[in-house]
């Protein structure tokens, strides 16, 4: 019997498989890239926080935008794992100093910068197809494998709504109602107007390697059918050092006839519970039309309604460990009867 099991547990491998819902939450936070991995169906979570902002324009004379930023992101699984609706928001409340008047003005503001809703899709999962474990070495299944690389893939499409004809930030610029000095009092310029509708879509790839260690990479084409289409990348890196505890960095390239950047973050996460993270961020940019600076502090929150897809699938992982305890006592128990034998038989000899 002890050589049976022996076989069983340490030479047969077990296949295991990952599923798009987690034990633990699966949350977007902290960065501003996302997942390619739904959350699950039957999971409804809230990722939402405060951020502090503060911009300054070496166009504008050194004009400075100072505010702070509410951002709200549900997300929602429903009809396949794979499938997830999500609404992403932010609201802006700053005040604009404007220096490039003869006599610097203050104007107190709000408004969105972000209101969005759509559909995100797991188009390709490579951990769909079942790995196995090594039980006879961690090495052999936590060191680095080539495979890893390759990322789950999805994608996501939905609408830019805009429903207030005169935002105070058209296009997320909010410099948008300054003129460069030499020119403010002699051109009157045309103002920009968010569109009432535009689209967005993102390919977003994630990959798993060493265990610990999450890239994920988005590449987004915004508010389509605008006088002004928006191109970007997201690159983000994260590390797991603790199973409480996570940092990242990551970097964000924006393109437009309007706007160019690059921005960096950087940041960590704290794992409450298996359905609460907390978050911090800082991160600034490279140029000075504008400078800018962020920090923000934000929470996800799941409400977990998740059930089995497929129960038969449940209850023969319930029977597998049932059978496992079961072979795992009749070990010992052998084991223990084996030292007793031995002892008899050399008390016999003596």
Known sequence: MLKKFFLFFFISPISLAISQYTDQINSNRP????????VGTGVIQLESGIEYRNYKHKGYNNSISKGKVAFLSLRYGFLKEQLELTYDGAYMF???????????????REGFLKNFIGLKYLVYDPFKKERKTNFYSWNANNKFKIRDLIPAVSLSFGANISHKK????????????LFKPFLFQTLILPRKVDPFFSGRATLATQSHFLGTWVFVTNYSYDRILSEYIEKSYILTLTHTFDPKWSIYIETQGVSSEIYQDQLFKMGTAYLMNDNTQIELTIGSNVKDTP???????????????????????KKSENNTKKAFKKEEKNLKKSIKESKKATKRARKKTN
Do not use: M, Q, W
């Open 291 to 313: 400078s800018s600076f962020i920090f923000n502090s934000g929470v996800s929150y799941r409400f977990d309604f998740h059930k089995d897809i497929n129960p038969e699938i």
């Open 94 to 108: 700053d005040e604009l100093e404007n220096k490039a008047s003869y006599t610097p003005l203050r104007n107190k």
């Open 166 to 177: 005169d935002n105070n930030y058209p296009y997320n610029d909010v410099f948008e109602y």
């Open 31 to 38: 960065g501003v890239s996302i997942g390619a991995f739904s």
